[in-house]
């Protein structure tokens, strides 16, 4: 265990872990939980991002208001969002303000009020945000690629859920969700920055939540988890009122928990993760066919997902296309080059060691690594780690992915006369 980082694990399930940055005065408070979306039953989808923002529609103690009004007052940013596999709130404040950000934290998360009118309210402002999704391009096309790559599963499907099961939220099955999955036995609170842990470790018992139940949460939640099979889909989306087509290539890729995990990060990022990435060399400073391209790799818990995406003019679509296979292709055959592995493990370097300055980054390393690894994973360890990765390795892990019938694409814009098949996607 790093000195800095203690942690506490209590009876219920609880972990609480703190990381201490003498000589800051910022603190970041982040409340936790290992399930998200790809958790719930298909009748429920969309009820933990529905929960995520009705517990900040007041509370047995406090009303929308007042929360409203206390968040600003700290002067914090008091952050709250669902993925596919957590649910997270998050404030950052100054130090002296832990205990008041903290009371206020709790209260929302154990005593919300889950009234029906606020709910109705808060139903329509959620269908609100999936209208300004469908307005915008990339996400929407991310919303279609996902539906069509993950057929069937919660990993293709919205966060958000859909208007018809956002309606059917109310009170009853809102609490009844929120009792069953929001418990102590799912929860990781975490603290970085000007604390002591005995400070967090005597709020945490002080509101509770070390005498909270066990039950439902964690255990039920893997119960619903299955692991997907993708699919290899070809996707033309004609939108005519577009400007820019917008396309997405992607493939299987490494989960959260392989080892290889560091090579797989250093193989996108060359491709297209920066300024001086192959992709961005090509397609934009070369050639100008796009202002945005890039690649990234997604890692969930069981299975990652990595994608090249742009937007260019539909004329140029073809040619982005073929680029960006090529270059997949390059590196199949060839691999990368010494120099190209060198400055991606000089920009991973950096990145790490520069997020140790905020409070805020710690705060989510100390909540990710104990969700994903159920450890602290030190920053030698990591830095070591990308250090080893290899060419070779590097290589292999293109070969393995790449080389594959399931590369898939998708394509939203003024696509008229454009075509891409499965020979322009082979490796």
């Given at each position: 265990?790093?000195?800095?980082?203690?942690?506490?694990?209590?009876?219920?399930?609880?972990?609480?872990?703190?990381?201490?940055?003498?000589?800051v005065?910022?603190?970041?408070?982040?409340?936790?939980?290992?399930?998200?979306?790809?958790?719930?039953?298909?009748?429920?989808?969309?009820?933990?991002?529905?929960?995520?923002?009705?517990?900040?529609?007041?509370?047995?103690?406090?009303?929308?208001?007042?929360?409203?009004?206390?968040?600003?007052?700290?002067?914090?940013?008091?952050?709250?969002?669902?993925?596919?596999?957590?649910?997270?709130?998050?404030?950052k404040?100054?130090?002296?303000?832990?205990?008041?950000?903290?009371?206020?934290?709790a209260?929302?998360?154990?005593?919300?009020?889950?009234?029906?009118?606020?709910?109705?309210?808060?139903?329509?402002?959620?269908i609100?945000?999936?209208?300004?999704?469908?307005?915008?391009p990339e996400?929407?096309?991310?919303?279609?690629?996902?539906?069509?790559?993950?057929?069937?599963?919660?990993?293709?499907m919205?966060?958000?859920?859909?208007?018809?099961?956002?309606?059917?939220?109310?009170?009853?099955?809102?609490?009844?969700?929120?009792?069953?999955?929001?418990?102590?036995?799912?929860?990781?609170?975490?603290?970085?920055?000007?604390?002591?842990?005995?400070?967090?470790?005597d709020?945490?018992?002080?509101?509770?939540?070390s005498?909270?139940?066990?039950?439902?949460?964690?255990?039920?939640?893997?119960?619903r988890?299955?692991?997907?099979?993708?699919?290899?889909?070809?996707?033309?989306?004609?939108?005519?009122?577009?400007?820019?087509?917008?396309?997405?290539?992607?493939?299987?890729?490494?989960?959260?928990?392989?080892?290889?995990?560091?090579?797989?990060?250093?193989?996108?990022?060359?491709?297209?993760?920066?300024?001086?990435?192959?992709?961005?060399?090509?397609?934009?400073?070369?050639?100008?066919?796009?202002?945005?391209?890039?690649?990234?790799?997604?890692m969930?818990?069981?299975?990652?997902?990595?994608?090249?995406?742009?937007?260019?003019?539909?004329?140029?679509?073809?040619?982005?296309?073929?680029?960006?296979?090529?270059?997949?292709?390059?590196?199949?055959?060839?691999?990368?080059?010494?120099?190209?592995?060198?400055?991606?493990?000089?920009?991973?370097?950096?990145?790490?060691?520069?997020?140790?300055?905020d409070?805020?980054?710690?705060?989510?390393?100390?909540?990710?690594?104990?969700?994903?690894?159920?450890?602290?994973?030190?920053?030698?360890?990591?830095?070591?780690?990308?250090?080893?990765?290899?060419?070779?390795?590097i290589?292999?892990?293109?070969?393995?992915?790449?080389?594959?019938?399931?590369?898939?694409?998708?394509?939203?814009?003024?696509?008229?006369?454009?075509?891409?098949?499965?020979?322009?996607?082979?490796?």
């Amino acid at each position: 265990m790093i000195e800095r980082i203690q942690e506490t694990r209590f009876d219920n399930g609880l972990v609480l872990l703190t990381d201490r940055m003498p000589g800051v005065r910022s603190a970041t408070l982040g409340f936790f939980f290992r399930s998200g979306a790809r958790h719930e039953p298909r009748e429920l989808h969309g009820i933990s991002h529905f929960i995520e923002h009705a517990v900040f529609k007041g509370t047995e103690n406090r009303s929308t208001l007042e929360i409203a009004i206390e968040q600003d007052r700290l002067g914090g940013n008091l952050d709250a969002f669902t993925t596919h596999e957590e649910m997270g709130f998050a404030i950052k404040v100054i130090d002296d303000e832990i205990e008041k950000a903290f009371g206020l934290i709790a209260d929302i998360l154990t005593h919300p009020r889950f009234d029906d009118k606020d709910l109705k309210a808060e139903q329509r402002v959620i269908i609100e945000e999936m209208k300004m999704i469908d307005d915008s391009p990339e996400e929407y096309l991310g919303e279609i690629f996902n539906a069509a790559y993950f057929p069937g599963h919660p990993l293709g499907m919205p966060i958000a859920g859909t208007p018809k099961t956002v309606r059917s939220f109310s009170s009853d099955i809102t609490r009844r969700y929120h009792e069953a999955t929001n418990t102590c036995g799912n929860l990781v609170i975490v603290a970085a920055g000007n604390v002591e842990h005995k400070q967090i470790l005597d709020l945490a018992r002080s509101t509770g939540f070390s005498r909270l139940s066990v039950s439902g949460g964690r255990l039920e939640a893997e119960l619903r988890t299955t692991t997907p099979i993708p699919a290899a889909p070809i996707i033309l989306k004609q939108r005519s009122d577009l400007e820019q087509a917008h396309f997405v290539i992607a493939t299987p890729f490494t989960a959260g928990m392989d080892e290889r995990r560091y090579a797989a990060d250093m193989l996108a990022n060359i491709i297209g993760g920066g300024t001086s990435s192959r992709l961005w060399q090509t397609v934009r400073e070369d050639r100008g066919l796009a202002y945005s391209v890039g690649a990234s790799g997604v890692m969930y818990n069981d299975c990652g997902l990595f994608s090249i995406f742009a937007a260019s003019s539909p004329e140029h679509v073809e040619e982005v296309v073929k680029l960006s296979i090529d270059e997949m292709r390059s590196i199949v055959k060839d691999g990368v080059r010494e120099d190209e592995l060198e400055l991606s493990k000089q920009q991973a370097r950096a990145s790490i060691l520069l997020s140790l300055e905020d409070s805020a980054a710690r705060a989510a390393a100390l909540a990710q690594s104990e969700i994903t690894y159920g450890r602290q994973i030190p920053v030698e360890e990591t830095l070591a780690r990308v250090e080893a990765v290899t060419t070779d390795e590097i290589r292999v892990l293109a070969i393995q992915y790449f080389e594959t019938e399931a590369v898939a694409f998708a394509a939203l814009g003024n696509l008229e006369g454009i075509a891409v098949d499965r020979s322009d996607l082979a490796m």
